[in-house]
């Protein structure tokens, strides 16, 4: 079974402008979670998707925002970057109902 | 909000030693988590710990659910170079809830 892709694995853009990460599921599972990891702390969590649907939230503000396809990949977008988001953006997925969460390598983003 | 504390920051040891670290949180979780995170990689979990009280290995590893719901600890036994990396600890309150982390613990193996 295939794990959990990111893409791009790396990227820097300039304050202000907006950005898009995307996220393949590991095979067989249906939720998607995307984190922030800002350097030297542990993950936070942004939001979850489920059935294509944000189905929980983090304290993070409108500009973040996803969508989840149906075949369970995801993006998470990003406007008007601001220098504090420079961070390892982290996707994970599951099954619903089943425990364990795997998680991507993630993709480390730079806000110049 | 949540929040998990977790102890020591970092830790320097010499290869073979056993290591112990620990996580104590401000509320009660159901289920506690231990992951390690090398470079440029995400987290991989080592242990899920699902009832209070539990104890569970898994090689080396040693952690359990502590009996007030609120702390846990990881344990590594006869440490090698690959542990090198950081731990976290993370509480999740019920399946497919938001996992919440700890600020991780630095693992160094001195030569």
């Known amino acids: 079974e295939t794990g959990v892709t990111q893409s791009p694995t790396h990227l820097i853009k300039t304050r202000g402008q907006q950005v898009t990460l995307r996220c393949s599921s590991q095979?067989?599972?249906?939720?998607v979670s995307w984190y922030q990891q800002a350097l030297g702390q542990g993950p936070q969590f942004i939001f979850q998707?489920?059935?294509?649907?944000?189905?929980g939230r983090g304290n993070f503000p409108p500009r973040f925002s996803g969508l989840q396809f149906p075949n369970y990949s995801s993006e998470l977008n990003v406007n008007a970057l601001e220098l504090d988001d420079s961070a390892l953006y982290l996707c994970?997925?599951?099954?619903?109902?089943?425990?364990?969460?795997?998680f991507g390598s993630g993709t480390r983003l730079t806000v110049v | 909000g949540q929040q998990l504390n977790q102890s020591p920051q970092s830790m320097f040891i010499q290869e073979g030693e056993d290591v112990s670290m620990n996580c104590t949180s401000s509320?009660?979780?159901?289920?506690w988590l231990w992951y390690k995170q090398d470079p440029g990689e995400g987290p991989v979990l080592l242990i899920a710990?699902?009832?209070?009280?539990e104890l569970t290995s898994n090689g080396r590893l040693t952690a359990q659910f502590g009996i007030t719901r609120k702390d846990s600890f990881l344990n590594i036994s006869a440490s090698i170079p690959s542990d090198v990396g950081i731990y976290f600890c993370?509480?999740?309150?019920?399946?497919?809830?938001?996992?919440?982390f700890g600020k991780g613990t630095r693992l160094h193996i001195l030569p």
């Open positions: 994970a997925s599951s099954l619903a109902g089943r425990d364990g969460y795997t």
């Open positions: 095979s067989g599972h249906n939720t």
């Open positions: 998707y489920y059935r294509e649907e944000e189905n």
């Open positions: 509320s009660i979780f159901n289920t």
């Open positions: 710990l699902y009832k209070a009280g």
């Open positions: 993370a509480g999740q309150m019920n399946r497919d809830d938001k996992i919440i």
